[in-house]
């Protein structure tokens, strides 16, 4: 997969790009990811990227050559991207919508800012997307969040087992089962006995159960859901 990020504060993402999952999967080529400074597609002395809003209000606007400009440039040649724009009023981000995306074999990541980009930049966009309810100062970080969810799914990217897991329940949106790991007793709480009997099919019932109840507990309109669209099974049912 390859990602091309517009953004006009690249210096943000260089951390996330070179540590960790992410970054061993950029060095093992495994996914690119370019991040894009949207100045460097003006035209002016100054290398203006915002202004202040037709209409009056308060903050700025980013403007659509620039923009215009990054995406012509980047689509020259290849195949084409499928575009987001981060907002902070977009389709709400969740697992689902990761999983469609990491099936795209091409992205790009229009980051917001200010007081967001000027509507005609939207005519460049596949789907708005917000990582929830509440106003960011840049559209950085929320794609930060979507490349981090995004990339783990890549086939290679995450150890074979970690994948498995993932497939089987964070994928259908339910909530993980509780971890431990040595000692077997600490300050009193012990490991439950199962984690420790070596007995894989025990082991394996006993986690659904704990996810699907925790998911119960914590987040009821999951399990509707997903029993409305029948990913449940017949014994997660019961
Ligand atoms: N979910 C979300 C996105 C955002 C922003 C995107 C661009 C500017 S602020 N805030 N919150």
């Known amino acids: 997969m390859r990602i091309d990020v517009l953004t006009v504060l690249p210096g943000l993402f260089d951390c996330f790009l070179k540590e960790g ?17 949207i100045r460097d597609f003006t035209t002016d002395k100054h290398r203006v990227v915002d202004d202040v809003p037709y209409g009056g ?13 990054a995406y012509d440039e980047l689509t020259k040649e290849g195949e084409k991207p499928y575009v987001l724009l981060t907002e902070p009023w977009g389709e709400k981000f969740n697992q689902e919508m990761a999983v469609e995306l990491s099936k795209k074999p ?9 007081e967001g980009v000027d509507e005609r930049v ?40 970690e994948s498995l897991r993932a497939d089987s329940f964070s994928d259908r949106g339910l909530l993980g089962y509780p971890n431990y790991t040595r000692p077997a007793e600490f300050r009193g709480m012990k490991v439950p006995e199962v984690l420790l009997s ?15 109840r925790k998911t119960l507990e914590r987040r009821p309109e999951i399990i509707e859901n997903l029993k409305r ?5 017949k014994e997660e049912l019961e």
């Not at 992410?22 to 080529?29: T, V």
């Not at 091409?106 to 200010?114: A, N, V």
């Not at 789907?127 to 960011?136: A, F, K, P, Q």
């Open 198 to 212: 070596g007995h894989h099919k025990k082991i394996e019932s006993w986690r659904k159960e704990q996810s699907l």
């Open 106 to 114: 091409r992205l790009m990541i229009i980051c917001g800012r200010y």
């Open 229 to 233: 669209k029948g990913l449940l099974t």
């Open 21 to 37: 999952v992410i970054g061993k999967a950029i060095s093992s080529g495994k996914v690119e990811v370019k991040v894009h400074n």
């Open 122 to 161: 939207k005519s460049l966009v596949d789907r708005e997307v917000s990582i929830g309810d509440y106003v960011l100062t840049g559209g950085e970080l929320p794609a930060m969040v979507i490349m981090d969810a995004v990339l783990r799914l890549i086939p290679g990217v995450l150890g074979n087992l």
């Open 57 to 69: 209000g308060p903050g700025m606007v980013l403007k659509p050559e620039p923009i215009f400009r």
